[in-house]
């Protein structure tokens, strides 16, 4: 096949068999639209299957798979709206219920004496081992699954796992074979795959050892064109002399000296360094890095204000409107005590049309000197009249363009960013490689440490009375899940059903649950009702994450924790402890499986965030590859920063390299190198509305 540059970008999924309107909506809502959208829609786990174990070897809560023989009839039976057919099997070990939901045609093919490998996953309960759902496989048939590696991918509601895998397979089928656009020196000094190599066998390793190869190129680039984009973008800031010299801060001390608390010696440091930049004469381009809860949002509203005092613009952007709100009504309490002539106002998405026309009037005119929102900020309509300061909360939420986008509003304004994600200084430095570096390694001394523990599923009722006892206080709790809805491919704790569950087993309490496939407007209601104290529990996906901030939550219950990293472990656990009551963190291992228990242990030690990061670099080794990574880690699709570290510390002295020999990208080798960066930088532009 000729190869050549990549035309799959404009092939749409309707050229694929099976995929009309209704199918190809609902990828749509996956974010895939072309062919090549799907290629680079990875897997999120691996399904390995392995040779079936005797019934006595049989764990509870693993997915396993059994050989027998039917010795008595299958079972229907009916109840509720509900057909169920079991059917029991035995070998010398013991005896194995298997069970079938809505499946009644089971009951005519599960014949007396037939053999079968039953694969499912496995629940005890009082009347012995249970196998829900469990897929049928001949002997033949399993033989030949062992010898594959199936991939899981991410869904949505009306479109599976075999309708995705479907999918790709005809695309691999039909693509436009691409040109390598690494330079062959690199892939050969770091022993990398064929770029086309690499997408086939991330989606259909033949072993281990082909998954491992596939994803590493696949990482590798990943980084590569991060760092390139970063790279540039430090060599247009660096240097720039600042319209905005910040000269008077007399005001920002005296609300600084009467704050009713003081600031630790770190933020104290981190502040006098912002002010330093701001004073320089140059366009300051700074990060700072603290824990969750070490107080730099208070270090970013001390920056606003300096420069209103000097006549200027401020703005503040987050990610949620909920936050916006907050933060907003947070400042305007303090203009207020504090009696400061400055004016704030909010941005958002949800305003009507009037309410945003007025606010980009009271923009322009300078009515408003701070101004807090969402990504709204950064629209078109916005025109600032003298914006000296730009600051974005949780920088990894934001991309390094959509920060470069939201600095060029005004004449180059000073940048603060701002992420509560423990990423190793090491590391930081190469992410965050345009950015100076401020760190908040310490917390207010009022705050009390959370008490975490780590349990399995048996202690799920006594977390629920602990979680009815702290309601009962007048305090509330999140529970995490890690879907959505139920998968077909994946077993874990779904936040849908867990609420219906939920009510059930605690009636007296109020129960909401959030997920990222809510409209943004539900979402907002939900995180307002929660922040007002209107619900006692509420359950979630990681979309809390970044949220909002309730001091009066005390709980957070994490299922199915064994899944997640532990640097994303520590931000959910960061959404408690946040006011003057004692916090909980209980991370319930569903896998059961010892490994996980012990990297758990480390949350369960430690509350400091730079620790936990540290020692996740350490246990996740580059073999860790089969599980659900760390999501919403920058822009990464594939790589994670901690399991690929050395990965990423070999791909920054690669771009250093490569940049020092031919800084512009001219040369001939390099000029599909520098296609495909364009390439990379166009579409994160268009991502942004750019």
Known sequence: MELEDNMNDQITLKTLKGIGDKTAALFARLGIETLDDLLHYYPRGYDTFKPPCAIGELMDGETQAVEGYIKSSATARHFGGISMVTVVISDMTGKLKLVWYHMPYLKNTLHIDSHYIFRGKVTKKKAGLTMDQPQIFTPELYEAMQKHIQPIYAQTKGLGNKTIQSAIEQTLNIRKLEQDWLPSGLRK??????????IEHIHFPEDEKELFFARKRLVYDEFFLFILKVRRLKEKRSEIKSSFAIKNDTLCRS????????LTAAQERTLNEVLADMRSGMAMNRLIQGDVGSGKTIIAVLALLAVAENGHQGALMVPTEVLARQHFEAIEALLK?????????LLTGSMTAKEKREAYKKIASHEADIVIGTHALIQEKVVYDDLALVVTDEQHRFGVLQREQFGNKGDLPHVLVMSAT????????????????????????NRLPIKNCVVDTSYRKRAYKFIADEAAKGHQAYIICPMVEKSEMIEAENVIDYTKALKEELPGLEISYLHGKMKPKEKNSIMEQFAAGNIDVLVSTT??????????????????????????????RGRVGRGREQSYCIMVNVGGNPDKNARLQVLKKSNDGFYIASEDLKLRGPGDIFGVRQSGELEFKLADIYTDAAILKTVSEDVQALLEKDEELSLPEHALLKKRLDRYMARSAEKLNL
């Open 189 to 198: 000094k770091n022993e990398l795959a064929e770029y086309n190599f690499a």
């Open 255 to 262: 609300v600084w000296s009467k704050l009713p608390y003081s």
């Open 337 to 345: 005590e504090q009696e400061l002539p400055m004016k704030a106002i």
């Open 422 to 445: 423990p990423i190793p200084r090491t590391l930081a430095i190469i992410l965050y490689g345009d950015l100076d570096i401020s760190v908040i390694d310490e917390l207010p001394a």
């Open 543 to 572: 979309v809390i994450e970044v949220g909002v901030n309730v001091p009066n939550a005390t709980v957070m219950m994490i299922e199915n924790a064994e899944r997640f990293g532990l640097a994303q472990l520590h931000q959910l």
